[in-house]
């Protein structure tokens, strides 16, 4: 036996490469970020992004506008950002 409970292996063997890109995954709603996933593989893939260390996540995000240079203007709880 290779000493991983239901033959997963440990967080501290798993090399996931961080990817060339910056990736932000934004919903709208308050809450777990893809609570909404299948019960049987939506915290696989939730789990997947959040090791990976390449994804930001923020919740409860409103639309705001695209500017004439394509930047994505949101609101963040009370607060503004913009994102490129």
């Known amino acids: 036996r290779d000493g991983s409970w239901g033959g997963l292996i440990p967080d501290n063997q798993i ?3 961080k990817g060339k890109r910056e990736i932000i ?3 709208r709603k308050k809450g777990k970020l ?3 996933l299948g019960k049987t593989t ?3 893939h939730r789990s997947t992004l959040v090791r990976s260390g390449a994804v ?3 919740t409860e995000v409103s639309y705001d506008m695209i500017d004439d ?3 994505l ?3 963040v709880g009370s607060d503004d950002k913009k994102k490129n």
């Open 15 to 17: 090399n996931i490469p």
């Open 25 to 27: 995954l934004m919903q």
């Open 34 to 36: 893809g609570a909404g």
């Open 42 to 44: 939506g915290w696989i």
């Open 56 to 58: 930001e996540m923020i």
């Open 69 to 71: 240079n394509g930047h």
């Open 73 to 75: 203007h949101i609101t």
